[in-house]
């Protein structure tokens, strides 16, 4: 099991940046895929990103693509997101989660095992 923490949310102009990170609690942080999903009020749970345990492989929603970027850092067991370029649509609660399984890395809610509670991203048109 491992407990994930957000943070780096915030209120922030459209066409500015955050960093969102998330810290985990259990060195098997570093065995795990992991991505960060988003929740606007009203709509569905999706998908904005995710990476390998590696690192080596990440996938990003078309929404997204080019504007945002995974990474993660193994030593300091942190996922990381950086947002550039946002619009008022990316307003939402942004969750990371991790994947137990180290095969392919997964754009869906259920593939995920473990998240995070959530931090809030504010975009002001």
């Known amino acids: 099991q491992v407990q994930l923490v957000e943070s780096g949310g915030g209120l922030v102009q459209a066409g500015g940046s955050l960093r969102l990170s998330c810290a985990a609690s259990s060195p098997t942080f570093t065995l795990y895929n992991m991505g960060w999903f988003r929740q606007a009020p009203g709509k569905e749970r999706e998908f904005v990103s995710a990476i390998r345990w590696s690192g080596s492989d990440t996938n990003y929603a078309d929404s997204v693509r080019g504007r945002f970027t995974i990474s993660r850092d193994n030593a300091k067991k942190t996922l990381y997101l950086q947002m550039n370029s946002l619009k008022y649509e990316d307003t939402a609660v942004y969750y990371c989660?991790?994947?137990?399984?180290?095969?392919?890395?997964?754009?869906?809610?259920?593939?995920?095992?473990?998240w995070g509670q959530g931090t809030q991203v504010t975009v002001s048109s």
């Open positions: 989660a991790a994947d137990r399984n180290a095969g392919q890395i997964m754009d869906v809610v259920h593939e995920y095992h473990y």
